[in-house]
C-alpha cells in the first residue's frame, strides 16, 4: 500500500506536540511496515533526520501552511496533486488537516475541538477556518483517529459522527523524561533558576492553557508564604492579552522566568528538576506534559476541564481553572508536605505505565492497514 503522510509539523528542533506524536508514530509505522511505501508531504525543506526508513520518500510542496488562506491552497491543491501523482492509496493526516478535492480515503488525527467550544481563544480567522472546515473532515473521513476517550466523545457527539468511526490512541512519553539524581537536578537549578527551586508550566502560551490562571495562582502562593520560582517553558502562540495584563499586575514578576522553547535534553531535565508542573489548562485534547512529569517523577497539578482528569487518574492534584487560591494551595502543600509529593511521584510513576508511544503506533497502524 501507499500511504501519504501530511508531515508538515515534522520541523527540526522545533517539535511540538502534534509534531512529536507524528514523529513518535511514524518512525515507528515505517520501520515496523516495510512492505508498505510512505510518502512524506512538507511544506518547507525537511530534514532527512525525518526520512526514517528506506520504504520513506518525501517532497516538499508549496505554500507553507501557516494561516487560513494558505491551509486552503496546501490541502485544496497541493495535496490533491501530489496524491494522484504518487498514485497514493491512502492519505493520513496527523493534525487532522484533510482535502476535500481528492477520492482517496483519509484518516486523521483529531487531537481536540476546543476551537468549536471556545473560539474566542483563537484568532478569528483560525476558529473561523476550523469551525467550517473540521465538520465537514470529520464527515469524509474514512476513519479518525484521536487521543482520548474525552475527545472521541465529544467529536462524535459535536459533529454527528458514529462513535465506532473513532479510534482512541493515547499519547505516549519520550523516552528521555525520567527521574533526576540529585547532582543532575543542582546542576539544572542553577543554570535555570539560580540555584532556587520552582514550579514549571511547558506549552504554547494561548488563553486556553491559562498562563494568566498560574500567574495569578502563583501570586497568592507568594503572599501566603511560598517562595520559590515560577518557570514558564514556551512561546505564545498568538497575541495574549491576560497573560500580559496578569504579569503587569502580578508583585512576584521578577521570580517568573521565562525560557523560551527547550530542546528535548534540556527540557526533560527541567521537568524532572521541577518541584510540580502545573497544567490547569481550560481544555486539552490530552496534556502530553502530565504524563512526561509523571515519567520524570515530578509531582503535578492540573486542572479538572475536558480530558485532564481522565490523563491524570488519581495521580495528581486538581483543581477548577479558575480557582486560583485551590492551585495556589497545591502548591504549598507540595512543597511543605514530603510525604504527599513522595506519594504523587509514586502514583506518577505507575500512572506512566499505561502511556506508551509503542502502543500508540500499534494502534494508529491497525488502522491504516485495515484499508
Same mark, same amino acid.
Given at each position: 500500500m501507499r500511504i501519504a503522510v501530511n508531515t508538515r509539523l515534522l520541523i527540526a528542533d522545533r517539535l511540538d506536540g502534534i509534531g512529536w506524536f507524528t514523529h513518535e508514530v511514524m518512525s515507528r509505522i515505517t520501520r515496523?511496515?516495510?512492505?508498505?511505501?510512505?510518502?512524506?508531504?512538507?511544506?518547507?525543506?525537511?530534514?532527512?533526520?525525518?526520512?526514517?526508513?528506506?520504504?520513506?520518500?518525501?517532497?516538499?510542496?508549496?505554500?507553507?501552511?501557516?494561516?487560513?488562506?494558505?491551509?486552503?491552497?496546501?490541502f485544496e491543491y497541493s495535496v490533491p496533486k501530489a496524491l494522484k501523482q504518487w498514485k497514493a492509496d491512502l492519505f493520513f493526516s496527523?493534525?487532522?488537516?484533510?482535502?476535500?478535492?481528492?477520492?482517496?480515503?483519509?484518516?486523521?488525527?483529531?487531537?481536540?475541538?476546543?476551537?468549536?467550544?471556545?473560539p474566542q481563544d483563537l484568532p478569528r480567522a483560525y476558529a473561523n477556518y476550523y469551525r467550517s472546515n473540521f465538520p465537514q473532515f470529520a464527515k469524509i473521513a474514512k476513519r479518525i483517529v484521536t487521543v482520548s476517550e474525552y475527545s472521541a466523545n465529544d467529536i462524535a457527539r459535536t459533529y454527528g459522527v458514529d462513535r465506532d468511526k473513532i479510534q482512541v490512541a493515547y499519547n505516549g512519553s519520550n523516552v528521555h523524561y525520567r527521574k533526576?539524581?540529585?547532582?543532575?537536578?543542582?546542576?539544572?537549578?542553577?543554570e535555570v533558576s539560580g540555584g532556587k527551586p520552582y514550579f514549571l508550566f511547558v506549552g504554547n502560551f494561548s488563553y486556553r492553557k491559562n498562563i494568566h490562571g498560574i500567574v495569578q495562582a502563583y501570586d497568592l502562593y507568594r503572599k501566603s508564604g511560598g517562595y520559590q520560582k515560577l518557570l514558564?517553558?514556551?512561546?505564545?502562540?498568538?497575541?495574549?492579552? *491576560?497573560? %500580559?495584563?496578569? /504579569? =503587569?499586575? @502580578?508583585?512576584?514578576?521578577?521570580?517568573?522566568?521565562?525560557?523560551?522553547?527547550?530542546?528535548?535534553?534540556?527540557?526533560?531535565?527541567?521537568?524532572?528538576?521541577?518541584?510540580?508542573?502545573?497544567?490547569?489548562?481550560?481544555?486539552?485534547?490530552?496534556?502530553?506534559?502530565?504524563?512526561?512529569?509523571?515519567?520524570?517523577?515530578?509531582?503535578?497539578i492540573t486542572g479538572t476541564s475536558s480530558s485532564l482528569p481522565e490523563v491524570?487518574?488519581?495521580?495528581?492534584?486538581?483543581?477548577?481553572?479558575?480557582?486560583?487560591?485551590?492551585?495556589?494551595?497545591?502548591?504549598?502543600?507540595? *512543597?511543605? %508536605?514530603?510525604? /504527599? =509529593?513522595? @506519594?504523587?511521584?509514586?502514583?506518577?510513576?505507575?500512572?506512566?505505565?499505561?502511556?506508551?508511544?509503542?502502543?500508540?503506533?500499534?494502534?494508529?497502524?491497525?488502522?491504516?492497514?485495515?484499508?
Open positions: 515496523d511496515c516495510p512492505e508498505h511505501q510512505f510518502l512524506f508531504l512538507f511544506d518547507r525543506a525537511f530534514d532527512d533526520e525525518f526520512v526514517y526508513e528506506d520504504n520513506v520518500w518525501a517532497k516538499e510542496l508549496f505554500p507553507q501552511a501557516r494561516h487560513p488562506l494558505l491551509y486552503r491552497m496546501y496527523p493534525d487532522g488537516f484533510l482535502s476535500t478535492r481528492t477520492r482517496i480515503p483519509q484518516i486523521p488525527v483529531i487531537h481536540d475541538i476546543n476551537f468549536e467550544h471556545r533526576l539524581t540529585d547532582s543532575e537536578k543542582l546542576s539544572t537549578l542553577n514558564l517553558v514556551g512561546n505564545p502562540l498568538w497575541h495574549y492579552k *491576560e497573560m %500580559d495584563d496578569a /504579569l =503587569a499586575n @502580578s508583585n512576584f514578576a521578577d521570580d517568573i522566568i521565562f525560557t523560551g522553547n527547550l530542546g528535548i535534553e534540556r527540557l526533560s531535565r527541567v521537568m524532572g528538576s521541577a518541584t510540580a508542573l502545573i497544567f490547569p489548562s481550560y481544555f486539552e485534547g490530552f496534556g502530553i506534559p502530565i504524563v512526561e512529569a509523571f515519567n520524570a517523577e515530578t509531582p503535578v491524570a487518574g488519581d495521580a495528581a492534584l486538581i483543581a477548577e481553572p479558575d480557582d486560583h487560591a485551590k492551585i495556589a494551595e497545591h502548591m504549598k502543600a507540595i *512543597e511543605t %508536605d514530603q510525604k /504527599l =509529593a513522595d @506519594s504523587l511521584r509514586k502514583k506518577g510513576k505507575a500512572r506512566a505505565t499505561q502511556f506508551s508511544w509503542d502502543e500508540t503506533a500499534r494502534k494508529v497502524k491497525e488502522v491504516l492497514i485495515s484499508f
